[in-house]
């Protein structure tokens, strides 16, 4: 089972500032949280990751709270082709290799 | 371009039949995986490839069956033991799954669409 909670759907104005929030409760020290989108009959895009810090390029920002357990994207100018699904992942290190568990995601809508 | 090339992007299967599915990165990538999605849902890992000639079972492994005989390719074969294997079908790959590089994400190809005729 996915170890995140997010809400189903957002509606962000097209130029402001989309916030996604995602929460991670269980995290573990060692797991890193993970940003991907999806844009409807395509594969995931990876966005954005991090461990503890704060975290920044060009396509968004990560706010993870000081005691991880939970995290916020940020499309600092939300544009209509940033409407996607977006998936907040924790990563789970097994002895053989590393697994995405992908939730539902957040619907996000952009409008004009 | 590197990336990760997955073909056919519509496949149609009948009933009994196997169907495989073709995944192939030029990223030099050690891992591989391959997920399905069922619409309105996330997406289940079904097996995945540490290294060439080794694969794990994912979550739901049961009909399905991998090979990876060449690094750069992971094809996935969708057996008529799986009764519901419409989906749309995702691979990705990563630079490793293990050691101090297995922080990186995972890169995903555009998908198979599975239907059943």
């Known amino acids: 089972d996915a170890k995140t909670t997010q809400p189903t759907s957002m509606d962000c104005a097209e130029g402001r500032a989309a916030n996604l929030p995602c929460n991670h409760s269980?995290?573990?020290?060692?797991?890193?949280v993970y940003w991907y989108r999806q844009i409807h009959s395509q594969g995931p895009q990876y966005i954005i990751h991090g461990l503890k810090n704060n975290e920044t390029n060009e396509m968004a920002s990560l706010i993870i709270t000081e005691d991880r357990k939970s995290s916020t994207l940020i499309l600092p100018h939300a544009t209509l082709r940033d409407t996607a699904v977006y998936y907040c992942?924790?990563?789970?290190?097994?002895?053989?290799?590393?697994?995405?568990?992908f939730g539902t995601g957040t619907s996000l809508t952009v409008i004009p | 371009d590197g990336g990760i090339t997955q073909s056919p992007k519509y496949l149609f299967r009948k009933e009994g039949q196997n169907v495989t599915l073709s995944c192939e990165q030029n990223?030099?990538?050690?891992?591989m995986y391959w997920y399905r999605q069922d619409p309105g849902q996330g997406l289940r890992l079904i097996y995945y490839s540490q290294i060439v000639n080794d694969f794990q079972k994912g979550d739901i492994a049961e009909g399905y069956s991998v090979s990876r005989e060449k690094k750069e390719s992971f094809p996935l074969t969708v057996t008529s033991a799986q009764k519901n294997p419409t989906a749309f079908y995702l691979c990705?790959?990563?630079?490793?799954?293990?050691?101090?590089?297995?922080?990186?994400?995972?890169?995903f190809g555009d998908g198979t669409r599975l239907s059943i005729l």
């Open positions: 990705a790959s990563s630079i490793t799954g293990t050691g101090g590089l297995r922080n990186q994400p995972q890169h």
């Open positions: 990223l030099n990538h050690d891992a």
């Open positions: 269980t995290i573990s020290g060692n797991e890193y």
């Open positions: 992942i924790v990563r789970v290190a097994t002895d053989t290799g590393n697994q995405f568990y």
